[in-house]
């Protein structure tokens, strides 16, 4: 796609995705923004469901390891990086 000055009669993303009018140009840039907005929430959703599955499983391994000691075990020593402990996952 070459850059171009011209907003009306132009394709947007595809050559199905055809502006004939200025304000369907407006639209479609508006409509982008939004869905870039909504894509980087679903990441942030996600990102932040990871940590609540880790915390959990954490958390879990903690109470089910048995040694009295809340540092969790890891291929029988203690493993521990900067304060924060290594959970096994399955």
Not at 21 to 46: M, N, P, Q
Request: glycine residues 8%.
């Amino acid at each position: 796609m070459l850059w171009n000055w011209y907003t009306v009669d132009t394709c947007f993303l595809s050559s199905t995705w055809h502006n004939n009018t200025k304000a369907k140009f407006a639209g479609s840039v508006i409509g982008v923004f939004f869905l870039v907005i909504a894509i980087e929430g679903l990441r942030r959703l996600a990102r932040d469901y990871d940590r609540h599955i880790t915390k959990q499983a954490m958390v879990h391994h903690t109470a089910t390891n048995g040694n009295g000691d809340s540092t969790p075990i890891v291929g029988g020593s203690k493993d521990v990086v900067e304060g924060q402990c290594l959970v096994p996952f399955k």
